[in-house]
């Protein structure tokens, strides 16, 4: 520590504190107080369970009023996309959830056609972005960008159908992809490891790109290693969805009762819903960085490359652009970390003993899964 | 029971039944029934016990078609329907099998006895089907293999010196196979029971039911029966067809109760209560095949195989082949489709 004159937070205990070490609070109460904003698409055919899924993730209704339609309705069907944001609020802080959903994925007889409006959607998003970066009032960016897309597997098969592959590989250079492989209290065991085994080969043969978690740094503890070992194994992550509370052992636990026994969304012996879930809180902020930084940028570049509206802006800021997104990119790093643990306290379930305004909930080992 | 001429009798019966002897017609009538009390044993009864002997030296033919998208579990079912590896599993393939471009037909034929009858099962695979990005008119070839069957027996029947038994390579029974979605048929489900439920006899089945709750079951029966009622599918028991009131009400109730069937199939054995069940094992029970509480499998074993097995038959000989035939005919001018020295008309009873 530096021997400078001390500034208002002295802590009397330590001599030559400065303080600067209380920045993650600031950091903390801003960001607590914008809000995070996270766009999650989900893709796949109709009946695969994906609005119960998505609806036991974030424990809210996100379709209070659906009709579902019968088959003679879905032959006339396009492809539509449907967006419904939600604002999630757990212990002051917000999150601005929107759930991108494409009924009629995969519905119709011939589903040649069925990407192009998904991908159409994507490509626009990103546009959007691109036109309010580059535009002369940057306060208020709305972030629409799709950051995560759940594409939904059906346990029915006997891995990827061709119209998986041939989705996959026409996104996964436009948003990070997770295999998601659903309704899996179909499958035993055996034949879930055998599907997961099939399909992450398939995805290998096809040389499809899906979203890799990244490897826990050496400095983080072995809990939480561990936890991202387990994690990354698991992958596609077979999971089970449920709003209904079904009495069992004793207690209520989200599930599904059948006549010969019943299925617990939150049993990880059961299916991997507890490990999507986990996935997806601690890796919400990595998910939006490699949305921004890679996906986000090879648009960029292929839009600028291509010429297209934005030419006359392309050389007059571009310096002061990427200086700018230098220094951006430095103090981001710093709010990365604080960022994700916020994130992850807030979707705890377990009711903890844990204090905000202290440094120490922001260290792993209180996290509690 | 129908009376023979009245000549034939003895005097004795004659008078309780005809007051005065009538003149034989020139037309013969059509048969009265009138209750006969027989006043000894006849034996027309044994009739029946010929008839069992006859077919168990004979044997008979029976052919199932499974049609359904891949991983639904058809080749399980077949197994278990008729507990025996009659159909090859897709799981068995090997790593370079990947799923056709177009649509196959793959027929595996199998002897299998039970009780001294010998049935010559032949299971036609459809590998293929509603597998592709661009499912239309997927359907066509099946239709086609259907069609052929029917024209290989007209050509037989319809030649001077026919066989004794003509092989009968019909389909007599198409289990279409419905993904468990929970929500409502699929387009491909309704176009092809559509074109199909003309020409064969469709009975639909609910794949892997284990994949839904009771509720979510029945939820999910109606709304199909429903669509298939709005669109005008007739599936198999079709309600043209019912003979008498005892059928009608007997397939009413599956119609309107049972089907589709909710079936889960199986080929593997455990322990459950000290007996050994077919079933699927979980970490949160076992699932077994033959419990009517958990899948109706038992419902469409029974269905198939113990009940309805002879009407399949007939139903596929009776009416869609004989509408298969008259189109036939018609197109030809009334004259039968294969010009070897063969008679105009002709009615023909196997």
Known sequence: MSKQQPTQFINPETPGYVGFANLPNQVHRKSVKKGFEFTLMVVGESGLGKSTLINSLFLTDLYPERIIPGAAEKIERTVQIEASTVEIEERGVKLRLTVVDTPGYGDAINCRDCFKTIISYIDEQFERYLHDESGLNRRHIVDNRVHCCFYFISPFGHGLKPLDVAFMKAIHNKVNIVPVIAKADTLTLKERERLKKRILDEIEEHNIKIYHLPDAESDEDEDFKEQTRLLKASIPFSVVGSNQLIEAKGKKVRGRLYPWGVVEVENPEHNDFLKLRTMLITHMQDLQEVTQDLHYENFRSERLKRGGRKVENEDMNKDQILLEKEAEKTFCKIKKVFQMRNTALCFQEIVGEVSIHTLQCLWPENLIF | ?350
């Open chain 2, 1 to 350: 029971m129908s009376k023979g001429l009245p000549e034939t009798r003895t005097d004795a019966a004659m008078s309780e039944l005809v007051p005065e002897p009538r003149p034989k017609p020139a037309v013969p009538m059509k048969p009265v029934s009138i209750n006969t009390n027989l006043l000894g044993y006849i034996g027309i009864d044994t009739i029946i016990e010929q008839m069992r002997k006859k077919t168990m030296k004979t044997g008979f033919d029976f052919n199932i078609m499974v049609v359904g998208q891949s991983g639904l579990g058809k080749s399980t079912l077949v197994n278990t329907l008729f507990k025996s590896q009659v159909s090859r599993k897709a799981s068995s393939w090997n790593r370079e099998e990947k799923i056709p471009k177009t649509v196959e037909i793959k027929a595996i034929g199998h002897v299998i006895e039970e009780g001294g009858v010998k049935m010559k099962l032949t299971v036609i695979d459809t590998p293929g089907f509603g597998d592709q990005i661009n499912n239309e008119n997927c359907w066509e070839p099946i239709e086609k293999y259907i069609n052929e069957q029917y024209e290989k027996f007209l050509k037989e029947e319809v030649n001077i010196a026919r066989k004794k038994r003509i092989p009968d390579t019909r389909v007599h029974c198409c289990l279409y196979f419905i993904s468990p979605t929970g929500h409502s048929l699929r387009p491909l489900d309704l176009e092809f029971m559509k074109h199909l439920s003309k020409v064969v006899n469709i009975i639909p089945v609910i794949a892997k039911a284990d994949t839904m709750t009771l509720e979510e079951k029945s939820e999910f029966k109606q709304r199909v029966r429903k669509e298939l009622e709005v669109h005008g599918i007739e599936f198999y028991p079709q309600k043209e067809f019912d003979e008498d009131l005892e059928d009608k009400t007997e397939n009413d109730k599956i119609r309107q109760e049972s089907m589709p069937f909710a079936v889960v199939g199986s080929d593997k054995e455990y322990q459950v209560n000290g007996k050994r069940v077919l079933g699927r094992k979980t970490p949160w029970g076992i699932i077994e095949v033959e419990n009517l509480h958990h899948c109706e499998f038992a419902l469409l074993r029974d269905f198939v195989i113990r009940t309805h097995l002879q009407d399949l038959k007939e139903v596929t000989h009776n009416i869609h082949y004989e509408t298969y035939r008259a189109k036939r005919l018609n197109d030809n001018g009334g004259l039968p489709p294969v010009s070897v020295d063969t008679e105009g008309s002709h009615d023909s009873n196997p």
